[in-house]
């Protein structure tokens, strides 16, 4: 009798185990599942997040359709520099990738021939797409205020940018981060700006 008591003792000993064992599982588990979506969102927030673009304003650098990931810690450690593709947003829920052209403090003018000129002098470079035919806003010299970028897209004459008085100068604070490199299609994978060469 004493053995049967025992016995059953240690059945409902190892029943009351087994169900403890359950519930640590499903705690470590509902941990778990919450660490890689605090992971998730810290990556998404401060790290970096991809992207599709839209539309053919940075053609030929990006094409519609094609999917990015944007860099969004770089620019609280450092300045954006001339000619970095940076994602910014436009009225509420929309963002813009466009290339920095202009600096904090400089003066930005683009002349009736299509012309950028910084401070003055003919910008050298060759990312736009064709000539400008539509100055905007800088056909009369901008100053740039100390947080300010003037931006372009390479596809400049279908491109809404700091010509346009409703996109004007992007402030630093408003800059989400530097789109970086494309995804997909696979066949162009990598850096975005990779092996861009001066004419």
């Keep these: 009798m004493g053995q049967e008591i025992a016995e059953k003792i240690k059945k409902k000993r190892k029943e009351d185990d087994k169900d403890v064992n359950i519930v640590k599982e499903l705690l470590s588990l509902i941990i778990y599942i919450g660490v890689v979506i605090l992971i998730c969102y810290l990556i998404i927030t401060f790290v970096g997040q991809r992207t599709t ?6 053609y030929p650098t990006l094409e519609n359709g094609d999917n990015i990931w ?10 954006p520099k001339r000619f970095d593709v940076i994602v910014f947003p436009y009225q509420g829920d929309t ?8 600096l904090p403090g400089e003066k930005v003018y683009i002349d009736d021939a299509g012309n950028i000129f910084i401070n003055g002098e003919k910008l050298d470079e060759d990312y736009g797409y064709e000539v400008i035919r539509d100055n905007g806003l800088a056909a009369e010299e901008i100053t740039l205020g100390s947080d300010e970028y003037f931006v372009l897209g390479d596809n400049r004459n279908v491109s809404r940018d700091s ?6 100068n992007v ?3 408003d800059i989400i981060g530097q789109a ?3 995804l997909s299609p696979i066949k162009k994978f ?6 861009h060469e001066k004419k």
């Design 70 to 79: 944007i860099d969004k810690i770089k620019y609280h450690f450092t300045d």
């Design 163 to 168: 010509r346009s008085a409703d996109v004007g």
């Design 190 to 195: 990598g850096n975005i700006d990779k092996g």
């Design 180 to 182: 970086k490199y494309r």
């Design 171 to 173: 402030k630093k604070a």
């Design 53 to 58: 673009v839209h539309g053919t304003s940075m």
């Design 95 to 102: 963002y813009y990738i466009k290339r920095v052209i202009g």
